[in-house]
């Protein structure tokens, strides 16, 4: 079943798209540490395949997809035709243009398509974002308040995320590029396909310059109805708060809602006609805790509180990385020479061994590969410190540290 220079990324498509495998399979096969990632879940099914440690479901399903290799590598080329012939860009988890706001929520695709301009993406973790849904039949109330809001949300470079339907969404992107903001239509087709039809102009004016259009579904997908819950949980997580302009009592924007509360997103509702059938499920919103929709400054208010939250986050994580990447040196110097090491350094290493567990001071010795004699004075100096202990013939951090 060989097949010589292909995508990891897009084969990871065509497999989970295609085939019985599913997210269940893979987390088994990384868990058993069978895969690095999904990115090698194809090298895995083309080379020696066995039962053996695999539950029965996952063996199935993995060597059903293998007895098709024809057929896989069939779906492949059209695939890779149409993201050639569309500019699709295809965006997996661990690129640089992959949303950052989407690392902290679970269940998030592991590769996603893009058309336009894949920067906005950026824009979404440097601005913030705001997501915008409502009603496909809105009225004149609603349509006016999305085109106010939208127009000053924007106009302060926060990006405007929506999902491409007519009403509300058409709406929110035209009054996003309006006010030469950035938009980005979550679809729940491929990338290849404009959904609904008629709002084929508003799909490439967004391609060609206002912003994006996104999927986490491949080109030839198609448009199926269980595609549209899923589309709106990205748009929710998409987006640092969510705007509810108006929506009925059991709308599809409900299910938009109800993910952004779920993902930790601020929802505010435009307070609107407690007469209309398609205000009701909005209305029930804030009766529910919603926010309800005043002013421009709190939707603002809320997206610069995410931002800097998670710039903040940013910030510590790369102190981590930093840290993690000063450790594995030192371990490498060890592994040459442990004699060039300085006291400073080893002392870096037994911290961060005591950030696991408690150990002995042998047990630290032959984890380090650092000889006894070498050690012990750095351990009798941190212990002198202050910053680790020793118990039971243990040594521990501190709780300071």
Not at 228 to 250: K, Q, V, W
Request: proline residues 3%; hydrophobic residues 35%; contains cysteine.
């Amino acid at each position: 079943m060989a097949f010589e220079g292909y995508d990891r990324n897009l084969m990871y498509s065509v497999l989970i798209n295609n085939t019985e495998i599913d997210s269940k399979c893979i987390s088994e096969l990384t868990d058993k540490g069978l895969i690095g990632s999904y990115k090698e879940l194809f090298e895995y099914i083309c080379g020696g395949l066995k039962e053996e440690g695999l539950t029965g479901r996952t063996f199935v399903r993995l060597n059903e997809a293998k007895s098709m290799p024809d057929k896989i590598k069939e779906i492949y080329r059209r695939y890779e035709e149409i993201i050639s012939k569309c500019g699709i860009t295809i965006i997996p988890d661990d690129s640089g243009s992959y949303p950052g706001i989407w690392k902290e929520l679970s269940g998030m695709p592991k590769v996603i398509y893009g058309r336009g301009d894949i920067s906005s993406l950026k824009k979404v973790d440097d601005n913030g974002s705001v997501s915008v849904v409502g009603s496909r039949n809105p009225g004149r109330y609603s349509l006016y308040a999305t085109g106010d809001f939208v127009s000053k949300i924007a106009s302060k470079d926060v990006v405007i995320v929506s999902g491409l339907a007519i009403g509300i969404d058409r709406a929110a992107h035209e009054a996003a590029m309006r006010a030469s903001g950035t938009t980005i239509a979550v679809l729940p087709s491929g990338c290849d396909e404009v959904y609904p039809l008629q709002n084929r102009d508003l799909f490439e004016r967004i391609t060609g310059g206002g912003g994006m259009v996104l999927s986490e579904m491949p080109p030839l997908s198609g448009v199926r109805k269980q595609y549209f819950p899923s589309r709106n949980r990205l748009i929710s997580a998409l987006s640092d708060c969510c705007l509810i302009m108006e929506a009925g009592e059991f709308s599809g924007t409900l299910h938009t809602a109800s993910f952004a509360a779920y993902q930790g997103r601020d929802v505010f509702v435009l307070p609107n006609n407690i007469y209309a059938d398609n205000c009701i499920g909005g209305l029930r919103l804030i009766n529910d805790g919603a926010s309800i929709l005043l002013s421009v400054d709190d939707v603002i208010d809320s997206v610069t509180s995410r931002l800097l939250y998670r710039k903040t986050d940013k910030m510590v994580l790369n102190d981590k990385e930093e840290k993690r990447r000063l450790i594995e040196t030192i371990r490498a110097k060890v592994s040459k020479d442990c004699s060039g090491v300085s006291d400073e350094e080893i002392a870096m290493l037994v911290k961060d061994e005591l950030e696991v567990r408690d150990l002995t001071a042998d047990e630290l010795s032959k984890r380090l590969g650092i000889p006894f004699f070498l050690l012990s004075q750095v351990l009798s100096d941190m212990e002198l410190s202050g910053s680790i202990g020793r118990e039971k013939g243990k040594f521990a951090l501190t709780i300071s540290l």
